[in-house]
């Protein structure tokens, strides 16, 4: 099938204008978490008392509304409405986004993950969604430990990473659109792929999350630590929840997808299993994961250094991602570079 | 004395024991495997990239047969790799069984009593209604359907539910561990009874067949595996097909191949199949794969006697993007029966060739991996192959000791489009017919692989299961209010209804959000019985104890 120059023409533009919007919304987020109300440690560990004592849900709803809807309200607070524009942003980011990933799939063909520039757009894709998911489930009334307005203190630091990584992947990781290697030539990208994409996205969520977890913490062991930035974070334990929930979510397609490789790698490579590169990074970052599992049922291992396993996680699916793909010579180097 | 030093020494073996099977063992066990895991990322292995750890040692000539010693290039057939992870079995086999023990029990125990104090739970919700112990137990239990219940009566017309639920997640955390000592156990019986092969194949009709270990140009067999009683079958390569791309990128592969096994081999029915990378022939046990292909000049050479000689040997590709190829195509003379002059006047044409030749000067390299315009550049020698000596030769080079020791000769250098050719000064001619393409063949056989595709899903289902349930418990108590049990001791029923409804929950498992599903059901369990008091749910945000508990 040819390529469609004028359809990949477009899936360029858009993926440049989504980088700009990214970066447009991580601003605005960024506004809003340096010029909001702190969340002093001390007003938290008082609503944390009074949701213990019996009035879970004193947190003001003000904000219970859908993300995406920016309403001028005059007696919002001028950083509230910048945080309001941001998650409206993201909206719209995501949209082109997707736009520039349907168009390339369209001019191509094919699936649009076959090289590690759409891998990398893709994985970010997820990444966005998985935090819109977040945000949008946590303004049901029925949550009433953090509101989406505390939470969205966190969209800076989603989209930072995300915007980085969609910068590597639209420069030093461009591939022209063209039509897939044999190899690939299988209905397989579809199932493996697919899985890893979303697999890898959430855990880059839950990554985050357990990064700032971990500069939570050490802010309310003392308060005095990174005062301005500590304190406008979510309480910890939003955020160990947030990275263990999303973990666990996520953990069983992870797998899918590792066992999903390896029956492919069955019908392609003459064996289920054979420690390329790939594979061992892969299997490490699955066995960081199982490690941090463990640690959240293993007395003395919650909290930090659970975070710090996660975060290890992280790092493994990230060398497994840019390393093992451009660095090391495998049977997976499919990069298109 | 000696009793107390067996019995210490039972304490000790105890105590190894309780610790190899702690969790705490088990997470620094997995955390070391993923570590010890590592180098085999970063280094490239002797079973992945032969070409790699020799151009490792090439680059670190030092550090690289240390980190050879030390097995960093063989890292999962190591000693110590393979000791982590045969310690984590070990200890996950001494988890495994006590907790299913455990299990099984706790499968046929009723439901925790009740508490004395439910308020101290870390849900907990409380309700007077107007209804009485029995039509909120009622209601209690219909609510409470799908969980196991347990009902105790605890005297003074108190009664109490204690329900649990969730008991799949320790089965899916069970079937998950033991699908993954499953997997480990078919994965080293794989390697043991399995085999993988390596064979090249003319793409002119000729053909392969698994009759035993002497067909395939390597071998790899397991441990258990001594060559014979292959499954019998063979294939027959009839063509091949490659696309590209305008950028030389190729866009399919394609071999048109027949095959026998079983019965057709007995009366010799060939059947047809489009091999293709990702699509494997699967025959008797075993499969075919198509792994790479490449190109065999044709060679024919008319001696000066007049007899002549066609071959064509593949070449090995050299650069995969441009397919130029280097290779010896080799002839012994004909006609000569004095064994002493055939060796003497043997014939190699060694050199490159090119599927899409292109020359700078004299010097050949190729543009394109397809057959466009394809020529050689050869060097003829003659004399001493010494193919003779018995010992094993490239079918890729000759033997350069021969030519150092002046046994073979260089008598011509030439480039050859094809259909032209070239005279010797003894009057030999080489023809440059043409070119056939040939495949790479891999076989591999792996008795044990459809039981590691079944460990893998029940992997996948047991940790979903494991994951996603949650195990939780709850108690329902329900007596009479403090002053209806006081003036009506007996319980006679007579005495105006006011229900003290209390209710406790709790998550055995660290997985927050028991919360939603608890204030939905505790306000059913309060509220459908009729008027009550505001529910009051003393742990909004019950994480704060969740997470020492
Ligand atoms: C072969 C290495 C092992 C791997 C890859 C592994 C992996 C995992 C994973 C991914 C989980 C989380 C999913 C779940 O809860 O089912 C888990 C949970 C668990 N594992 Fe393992 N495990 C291994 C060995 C062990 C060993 C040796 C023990 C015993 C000491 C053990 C005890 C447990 C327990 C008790 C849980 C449940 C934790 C909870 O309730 O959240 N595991 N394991």
Known sequence: MPINQTLSGYSDIAFTTTVALYLVAMLLYFVEFAYGKPRRAVRERESELTAVGGAGGAVPSTTAKTPGRVEPEPRRPLPERFGGMAVAMTVLSLLVHAFSLVTRGLAVGRVPWGNLYEFGSAICLVAVVAWLVLLYRQSRPVRKSTTSTQLRGLGGFVLLPTVLLLFLSGTALYARASPLPPALQSYWIWIHVSAAIVSSGVLLFAGVASVLFMLRVRHENNPLKMVRFGSRLPNSQTLDRLAYRTTVLIMPVWTFAIVAGAIWAEAAWGRFWGWDPKETSAFIAWVFYACYLHARATAGWRGTRAAWVNILGLAAMLFNLLFVNLVIPGMHSYSGL | ?549
């Open chain 2, 1 to 549: 004395m000696r009793g107390s030093v067996f019995s210490d020494a039972l304490a000790f073996l105890r105590n190894t024991w309780r610790g190899l099977t702690s969790m705490r063992t088990a997470l620094v066990l997995l955390f070391l495997l993923a570590l010890a895991a590592l180098p085999g990322a970063l280094l490239p292995q002797w079973s992945t990239s032969r070409n790699g750890v020799q151009d490792y040692f090439d680059k670190h000539p030092t550090i690289a047969p240390v980190l050879d010693e030390l097995g960093a290039f063989n890292v999962f057939g190591s000693v110590w790799f393979s000791a982590i992870y045969v310690l984590l079995f070990v200890s996950l086999v001494g988890c495994l069984v006590p907790r299913t023990g455990e299990y099984l029990r706790n499968m046929r125990a009723r439901p925790v009593r009740t508490p004395r104090n439910l308020a101290r739970m870390p849900h907990h919700s409380q309700a007077t209604v107007d209804s009485s112990v029995d039509e909120a137990i009622a209601v209690a239990r219909k609510r409470l359907r799908g969980w196991r219940v347990d009902e105790r009566d605890e005297g003074n017309g108190t009664r109490s539910l204690s329900a649990e639920r969730g008991y799949l997640r320790e089965a899916g955390n069970l079937v998950f561990h033991f699908a993954l000592l499953g997997l480990l156990v078919v994965m080293a019986a794989g390697a043991m009874y399995g085999y993988e092969g390596r064979v090249i194949v003319k793409a002119d009709g000729s053909s392969f067949c698994n009759s035993g270990t002497y067909n395939y140009d390597s071998f790899e067999p397991g441990l258990r595996v001594d060559g014979t009683g292959l499954n019998p079958y063979c294939v027959r390569v009839n063509d091949f097909d490659v696309k590209y791309q305008p950028n030389g990128q190729p866009k399919s592969f394609h071999a048109d191949v027949d095959y026998q096994a079983g019965e057709s081999l007995d009366n010799d029915v060939w059947k047809p199949y489009g091999l293709k990378v990702n699509e494997p022939l699967r025959l008797a046990g075993d499969r075919v794969y198509l792994t790479g292909n490449g190109y065999a000049p044709v060679f024919t050479v008319t001696f000066p006697n007049g007899a002549k000689r066609t071959s064509s040997v593949q070449w090995k590709p050299m650069n995969m993007q441009t397919f130029l190829s280097q290779g010896a195509t080799k002839f012994s003379p004909p006609g000569m029966p004095d064994e002493q002059r055939r060796q003497r006047n043997q014939l190699a044409i060694t050199g490159l060739f090119a599927p899409t030749a292109s020359f700078e000067g004299k010097v050949l390299s190729s543009k394109f991996p397809d057959l466009r315009d394809p020529a050689v550049a050869i060097d003829v020698l003659k004399g001493q192959l010494g193919i003779a000596t018995g010992e094993g030769q490239s079918i890729f080079s000759i033997d350069q000791s021969m030519v150092e020791s002046g046994k073979l000769n260089r008598v011509a250098r030439e480039n050859l489009r094809v259909g032209e050719q070239l005279r010797l000064d003894d009057g030999t001619v080489i023809h440059f017919d043409g070119v056939k393409r040939f495949v790479n063949l891999q076989i591999a056989h792996d008795p044990f692989q459809e039981y590691a595709l079944v460990f893998a899903i029940a992997i996948i289902v047991g940790l979903g299961a494991s994951l996603s349930i949650k195990r939780r418990r709850i108690w329902v108590r329900a007596g009479p209010t403090d002053g209806a049990a006081r003036t009506s001791p007996d319980g006679s029923g007579t005495a105006p209804t006011s229900t003290l409804i209390e209710v406790g929950g709790l998550a055995r498992t660290d997985q927050a959000g028991y919360g939603e599903e608890f204030t939905k059901l505790s306000g059913d369990v309060l509220g459908k019985s009729g008027h009550h008091s505001a529910p009051e749910d003393s742990h909004g945000s019950a994480s704060a104890r969740e997470r020492n508990s």
